[in-house]
């Protein structure tokens, strides 16, 4: 029996800075996962993603990943994602720069 469909977003690297980055309802590209859009129907999650992923001068390595819903916006279900949302992980740089 295939698994229910859960909410996802899109994400991917952006080419020239190597962030990751989150694809907004507007179809532009944000640093932010809170700006992503969140996709609760598989058929558009599917139709968006090949989308994306025609985009190769702009992102590589695009995805759809597990996401909730929360009053800031998508959030990560799994560890990979929250830790590609906070950023590089050589500190200070990058989003972890900005914050402190």
Do not use: C
């Amino acid at each position: 029996m295939p698994r229910a469909f859960t909410p996802k977003v899109i994400t991917a690297n952006a080419l020239l800075s190597g962030d990751a980055v989150w694809l907004t309802p507007e179809g532009r590209w944000s640093t932010e996962l809170s700006h992503a859009e969140l996709l609760t129907d598989e058929a558009q999650a599917t139709t968006k993603l090949t989308a994306a992923e025609a985009r190769a001068s702009e992102v590589v390595g695009v995805y759809l990943a597990d996401a909730r819903a929360t009053a800031n916006g998508p959030a990560p279900v799994h560890f990979r994602e929250a830790f590609r949302a906070r950023g590089p992980s050589n500190y200070p740089h990058g989003k972890q720069a900005e914050a402190s």
